[in-house]
């Protein structure tokens, strides 16, 4: 079970996909919400760079994971027929179109900021919308409203992940785990 699911498990690669996604999101929605809420000073603006650079990172990992996920067979949620399974495959959908809606948005408004963008530095990132304060306004709107949306979904995520394990003590957690 390196590379492919099986209808009972995760295989390392499905296991590697969803933790390091799982700390790059998290982080950047710690850093978004700080970007957001903090004031920034002039000496603290490369923080914009970082968000910007490790959202793209994640982005490319994202389309490997959603390349991947099509790919394979997956593990249906256990107890297959309860309500609790349902809302936890309907959340994973969720939790990929936001996956794309997120940094999408975010690119799109920041390319029509027409501020340049890097990759740390070492090469620029491109621009995907004219420079226009319109649709920056209407893409970062996008970023926030799928940005706070994801931090619901992701509670209920993490909320069901915990009761299984320890209240309800399926294998649910484990068989994510390695
Ligand atoms: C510490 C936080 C997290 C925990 C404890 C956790 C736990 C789990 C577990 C146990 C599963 C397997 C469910 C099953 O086998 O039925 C799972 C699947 C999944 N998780 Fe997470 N997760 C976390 C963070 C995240 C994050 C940040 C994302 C992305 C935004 C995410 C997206 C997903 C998706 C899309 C699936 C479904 C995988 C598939 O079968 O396609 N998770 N998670
Ligand atoms: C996994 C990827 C990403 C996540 C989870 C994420 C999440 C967030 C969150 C929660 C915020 C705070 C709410 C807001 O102001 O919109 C934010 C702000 C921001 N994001 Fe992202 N983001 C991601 C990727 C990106 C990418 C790829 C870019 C640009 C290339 C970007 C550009 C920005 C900017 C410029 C802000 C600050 C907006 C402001 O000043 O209020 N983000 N992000």
Redesign the pocket.
Known sequence: MLWKNTESGYSLVGKLLHWVLAI??IS??GL??Y??YAKIGVADLYL?GW??AF??M??SLIFLRIFWRLSTASPQPLGAQTFQAKLAISLHRLLYLLMVV??LS??I??SASGFP?SYFNLFPLPAIAPVSEPVETAF?AI??VA?KL?IVVLALHMAGALQRHFIKRDATLRRMWF
């Open positions: 790059f999101i950047q929605i978004g919400l970007l957001q914009y968000h910007k959202g793209m994640a982005f997120i940094p975010g690119w408004a920041s963008m970062f970023h926030d940005g994801l």
